[in-house]
């Protein structure tokens, strides 16, 4: 039983703000990526799309997204597969398959700051 690793290829923190008046919420994110696998079954959107991190930016855009599938099959396109589930450590839906790039979603922290939190910063 060997267990999954994961590479790091890249890492994207994206802060997402959503603000009201008295507060804002923050979201940092980390995307791991491993070579030549994919995640198969709970897709949620299969796009057309030019590069794996742009595949990585459409799913830190959407909520529900915790992983992708990346496969270029040109110099200028190639499919990005949106998934609502993320894999495991012993997950039979991940698969070694030449030329795709599986990438997983980490939404590692959540901070809400109020107005009376920023005033007693300064």
Not at 45 to 73: D, G, Q, Y
Not at 95 to 112: D, H, N, P, T, V
Request: net charge positive; with cysteine; proline share 1%.
């Amino acid at each position: 039983m060997a267990a999954v690793h994961f590479h790091l290829a890249f890492a994207v923190i994206v802060i997402s703000s959503l603000s009201t008046p008295t507060s804002c919420k923050l979201v940092e994110s980390i995307v791991s990526t491993r070579r030549n696998y994919l995640l198969k079954g709970h897709l949620m959107e299969r796009l057309k799309i030019t590069s794996s991190l742009s595949c990585a930016h459409r799913c830190l855009k959407k909520e529900r997204c915790r992983s992708f599938n990346f496969k270029l099959l040109s110099k200028s396109q190639g499919v990005c597969e949106l998934s609502s589930k993320a894999a495991g450590y012993f997950d039979d839906s991940l698969s070694e398959e030449a030329g795709w790039l599986y990438g997983q979603i980490a939404r590692i922290e959540k901070r809400f700051f109020s107005e009376n939190d920023v005033a007693g910063m300064y």
